[in-house]
């Protein structure tokens, strides 16, 4: 995950702590006027509330550095400029002269953690993250961040009692199997999360999506018997999963078995008619079949639900190509070019 999409999203795990700091930091600045660095630190706190870390850490680059609450909060304003190389300079430096338990140094333990692991220092991050655990337990962001990082260091038991503890189900029932392997393949991380996904299955042979899951690994790898096998064990545990049927039809596209394809993929659409995925799959499967007017019907539909899918388009201005009408072909073409160079999002 991109730095700048973790910070957004992990944004509200030290808002509090800002928050709080602040509030306390301008008290005190109100009762003793004689105090100009914090009034300092206290104009910065708003500038990192107002989403503006940049004015904040101008603010306290005239600041003494050796004051504890300027070095604090400038780790905090890198953190949320999107710098952690400067966040973790400031505050693994000031960490140790912070009061055990104090507000500020349960903010810098946390925006710590959070600076490693964005940063890319894994090992180094857990031991602050699994610190800012035990004061912010329910914290949904930081399960996500320790969880991800237990999974990068390859502990995978570590990472499933993160993600049971989240979602609030036993750490070694199917369920908790379960959730960690979906996180793991968020991850990318197919090994891991095959074994936690057999796992399930031994707890529960009949548990939804733990098959679904296997099945689509084995479609990603071109294991395609395995995966139509896999995806009607799911059926049987899930007889209305759509994302079944549609892996189904994908790999019988794939075997060029279009109208087993067709079959599966027309219930998947019975299912969920809003997902454009098998409506491409079907388009390609009656194109195969010289069906090139259902072919038509299908990627317009495709389309309909997913406008900018390029797939659909370059697919359509084949079957538009064939079916002799040049014109309508080339715009479709050209839209499919354009969603080509456009960035994904």
Do not use: C
């Amino acid at each position: 995950m991109r730095a700048a999409m973790l910070i957004a999203m992990l944004i509200a795990t030290t808002d509090e702590r800002t928050t709080t700091t602040t509030t306390t930091t301008t008290t005190t600045t109100t009762t003793t006027t004689a105090d100009p660095v914090g009034q300092r630190v206290a104009e910065a706190r708003r500038a990192i509330d107002g989403g503006r870390p940049a004015d904040a850490i101008a603010l306290l680059a005239s600041a003494p550095a050796e004051d504890p609450r300027v070095r604090v909060a400038l780790g905090v304003a890198h953190y949320h400029a999107g710098d952690p190389v400067r966040a973790i300079e400031s505050l693994a430096s000031v960490l140790p002269t912070l009061a055990a338990d104090s507000p500020e140094r349960r903010e810098a333990v946390q925006v710590l953690g959070l600076s490693q692991y964005l940063a890319g220092h894994l090992p180094e991050a857990i031991p602050y993250l699994e610190q800012t655990r035990t004061f912010a337990p329910e914290s949904s962001e930081l399960a996500y961040v320790l969880g991800m990082a237990y999974i990068q260091t390859r502990q995978p038991d570590r990472a499933r009692e993160t993600w049971a503890r989240a979602f609030h189900v036993p750490a070694d029932s199917a369920a908790g199997h379960l959730v960690a392997a979906q996180m793991m393949v968020r991850a990318e991380m197919e090994d891991m999360a095959r074994a936690e996904l057999l796992a399930a299955l031994q707890r529960d042979p009949r548990l939804p999506q733990a098959n679904l899951l296997l099945g689509q690994a084995a479609l990603f790898r071109g294991r395609l018997d395995e995966a139509i096998a896999l995806f009607g064990h799911e059926l049987e545990a899930s007889p209305g999963s759509a994302m079944a049927y549609y892996g189904m039809g994908d790999a019988y596209v794939r075997q060029r078995e279009w109208d087993k394809a067709l079959d599966a993929l027309q219930r998947s659409v019975w299912l969920n008619p809003f997902f454009s995925g098998p409506y491409i799959l079907m388009g390609k499967a009656y194109q195969a079949k010289g069906d090139r007017a259902a072919a038509e019907g299908m990627l317009r539909r495709a389309i309909g639900y997913d406008p900018n899918n390029k797939t659909a388009h370059y697919l359509l201005a084949q079957v538009l190509q064939q079916l002799g009408r040049a014109d309508d072909a080339k715009k479709e073409f050209e839209t499919a070019e354009r969603l080509l160079g456009a960035p994904e999002r």
